[in-house]
């Protein structure tokens, strides 16, 4: 799940960030130098499919030409990867139409749907909002180990077995870890009224 950069020579975020501003088409490749192959990994956890993944990495990093400017990403790691994973998911969305097939993305987000809305209710935007800060909030404050955990699974949508492997812990030590994260989610959520 971590991203690593590839040569030694790589531009700091801020850097990259004001390529984008500079519309330098320079800013793509040290993007992809710096976050490419992190950036597909987020993409296949979900399509599963090298092609379709690498197709959604680029069509990713022109989302991220298009988005700066305007917007000046204060934690650019996390704004490309939510562009990713957006365009990842929408792509998911478009191929499978027709057929339920599980990708890392449907298995993590199941194991929270006993408390979460699956987004097919009338619940209003409002309420949407104040549930993801409610859930940023709880994220916020878990321990690096368990942010890692919860981050990786539900939003990365990272295998059990790899988040283990990147933590140095058995698959099991994971799964018990996974139970108390979504039993601690849910007490918060039912503290702030919201199941």
């Known amino acids: ?3 690593r950069a590839e040569e030694k020579n790589v531009m700091s975020d801020e850097q990259i960030i004001e390529l984008y501003w500079q519309r330098d088409d320079q800013a793509i490749e040290e993007t992809d130098n710096k976050y490419g192959k992190f950036l597909f990994r987020i993409a296949y956890n979900v399509l599963h499919d090298r092609c379709d993944s690498e197709e959604c990495r680029n069509d990713a990093y022109l989302g991220v030409w ?4 305007p917007t000046r990403p204060k934690v650019f790691p996390a704004f490309i990867t939510q562009i990713t994973r957006r365009t990842a998911i929408n792509r998911y969305k478009e191929k499978n139409t027709e ?3 599980p990708s890392e993305l449907t298995v993590s987000v199941y194991d929270l749907a006993d408390f979460l809305s699956d987004g097919s209710s009338a619940e209003t935007e409002y309420i949407a909002r104040e549930v993801g800060k409610a859930i940023s909030d709880y994220v916020r404050g878990l321990s690096e180990k368990r942010r890692f955990i919860f981050v990786g699974r539900f939003y990365i949508g990272e295998t059990v077995e790899s988040i283990a492997q990147d933590l140095g812990l058995t ?17 918060q959520l039912e503290r702030n009224g919201y199941i």
């Open 99 to 101: 057929k339920r097939i």
């Open 171 to 187: 698959s099991s030590a994971v799964y018990k870890e996974l139970e108390k994260l979504k039993k601690g989610l849910k007490t």
């Open 66 to 69: 298009n988005a700066i400017p």
């Open 1 to 3: 799940m971590r991203y």
